[in-house]
């Protein structure tokens, strides 16, 4: 079978490859993967500029829905052959660690993640472990999306918390920044999102969303518009989820005293800030990384109930051969999920 490779570590260095498709581990279930989705850090991945460890030769891509077509000796009878499923981007975390015992696996030393260490979905198909059934209104497109959803329910609601009516700000209308804006309304949020000129059609998406408040900071001054909808106190919550340093300073602008600044995107190098404002105004800093299991179990419960709406993200669709176009199309910030379809 074909898989889109990571095959050396530096910038570049990908390719579409004939990969062995491996039978399932004791513990692993094969997906027959249906859709995956490309995620700002296979980017990074690509230019070799993401501080997680990749192991190459390694198959990219960790944001997938597929089938089940076969299970491992220990698999229990709660996967079926022919279930429809969603996977988590963890693959190994070592269940002894502080993390791993409080439930933080997603911090563990040891994690191994589908792509970037193990070989993940840019292929027909893939195993993995730590499975979550779609519930039956959920698409393969959207279930495909249950991934970086699930990193933003970390980030919102368990590592953040937004409470009803709550201005919140997100910086960035990336595919990230609207599912971070959806979990945040979700909770209550009265959401802002900004971008630039670039992302003109992303916040008319925001839009038909049904995010309240769309801004282009190259023509507002978003700073004020938010003080302005705030009575000059500015957001209680910001999330800033473009990994673009001047987007971090202009947040940190936008944030309330004793407010929430939590950042979610990745700049990929150390950036300048001015620090001390988290001290004089009490700022509640947090960071957010991958997710665990509760986040997957609230992110399929959001889209079930359609609190979130994954399937409007799902913007262009491409079959692996195609993948050099669709990468150009992620980083042109082209669209807004782009799926790889495995033929
Ligand atoms: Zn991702
Ligand atoms: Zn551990």
Same mark, same amino acid.
């Given at each position: 079978?074909?898989?889109?490779?990571?095959?050396?570590?530096? =910038?570049?260095?990908?390719?579409?490859?004939?990969?062995?498709?491996?039978?399932?581990?004791?513990?692993?279930?094969? !997906?027959?993967? +249906?859709?995956?989705?490309?995620?700002? &850090? =296979?980017?990074?991945?690509?230019?070799? $500029?993401?501080?997680?460890?990749?192991?190459?030769?390694?198959?990219?891509?960790?944001?997938? &829905?597929?089938?089940?077509?076969?299970?491992?000796?220990?698999?229990? =009878?709660?996967?079926?052959?022919? =279930?429809?499923?969603?996977?988590?981007?963890?693959?190994?975390?070592?269940?002894?660690?502080?993390?791993?015992?409080?439930?933080?696996? @997603?911090?563990? *030393? &040891?994690?191994?993640?589908?792509?970037? /260490?193990? *070989?993940?979905?840019?292929?027909?198909?893939? *195993?993995?472990?730590?499975?979550? +059934?779609?519930?039956? @209104?959920?698409?393969?497109?959207?279930?495909?999306?249950?991934?970086?959803?699930?990193?933003?329910?970390?980030?919102?609601?368990?590592?953040?918390?937004?409470?009803?009516?709550?201005?919140?700000?997100?910086?960035?209308?990336?595919?990230?920044?609207?599912?971070?804006?959806?979990?945040?309304?979700?909770?209550?949020?009265?959401?802002? !999102?900004?971008? /630039?000129?670039?992302?003109? $059609?992303?916040?008319? /998406?925001?839009?038909?969303?049904?995010?309240?408040? /769309?801004?282009?900071?190259?023509?507002? $001054?978003?700073?004020?518009?938010?003080?302005?909808?705030?009575?000059?106190?500015?957001?209680?919550?910001?999330?800033?989820?473009?990994?673009?340093?001047?987007?971090?300073?202009? #947040?940190?602008?936008?944030?309330?005293?004793?407010?929430?600044?939590?950042?979610?995107?990745?700049?990929?190098?150390?950036?300048?800030?001015?620090?001390? +404002?988290? #001290?004089?105004?009490?700022?509640?800093?947090?960071?957010?990384?991958?997710?665990?299991?509760?986040?997957?179990?609230?992110?399929?419960?959001?889209?079930?109930?359609?609190?979130? $709406?994954?399937?409007?993200?799902?913007?262009?669709?491409?079959?692996?051969?195609?993948? +050099?176009?669709?990468?150009?199309?992620?980083?042109?910030?082209?669209?807004?999920?782009?799926?790889?379809?495995?033929?």
């Amino acid at each position: 079978m074909k898989g889109i490779v990571k095959y050396k570590l530096g =910038d570049g260095f990908m390719e579409l490859r004939d990969v062995e498709k491996r039978p399932p581990g004791q513990n692993e279930v094969t !997906v027959e993967v +249906k859709a995956a989705g490309i995620c700002g &850090s =296979d980017l990074h991945i690509y230019h070799n $500029d993401i501080n997680i460890p990749i192991v190459p030769p390694v198959v990219v891509g960790h944001e997938f &829905s597929g089938v089940v077509v076969e299970k491992g000796a220990s698999v229990g =009878d709660e996967i079926a052959i022919g =279930d429809r499923v969603t996977g988590e981007s963890s693959i190994y975390f070592c269940g002894t660690c502080r993390y791993c015992r409080s439930g933080y696996y @997603n911090l563990c *030393n &040891s994690r191994k993640i589908l792509g970037y /260490t193990a *070989n993940g979905c840019f292929t027909k198909y893939c *195993n993995v472990i730590y499975l979550h +059934k779609l519930p039956e @209104n959920v698409s393969f497109k959207a279930g495909a999306m249950t991934e970086p959803l699930a990193c933003c329910v970390h980030g919102v609601t368990e590592q953040t918390g937004v409470s009803a009516g709550d201005f919140v700000v997100v910086t960035g209308p990336g595919p990230i920044g609207l599912l971070v804006a959806m979990v945040a309304r979700a909770e209550g949020g009265n959401v802002l !999102v900004c971008g /630039t000129g670039r992302d003109t $059609d992303r916040l008319k /998406t925001a839009e038909k969303l049904g995010i309240p408040y /769309t801004i282009n900071i190259e023509t507002t $001054d978003a700073v004020a518009r938010v003080k302005e909808l705030t009575q000059g106190y500015g957001a209680d919550v910001v999330f800033e989820c473009s990994g673009v340093p001047q987007a971090a300073v202009m #947040a940190l602008n936008m944030v309330r005293k004793r407010g929430k600044y939590t950042q979610v995107g990745l700049f990929g190098r150390p950036i300048e800030i001015d620090f001390e +404002k988290i #001290a004089f105004f009490e700022i509640e800093v947090r960071g957010t990384v991958s997710q665990r299991r509760p986040a997957w179990e609230r992110a399929l419960a959001l889209m079930e109930r359609k609190m979130v $709406d994954c399937e409007s993200l799902a913007s262009h669709e491409f079959g692996l051969s195609e993948w +050099k176009r669709a990468f150009e199309m992620a980083e042109k910030k082209e669209g807004m999920k782009i799926l790889l379809i495995p033929e």
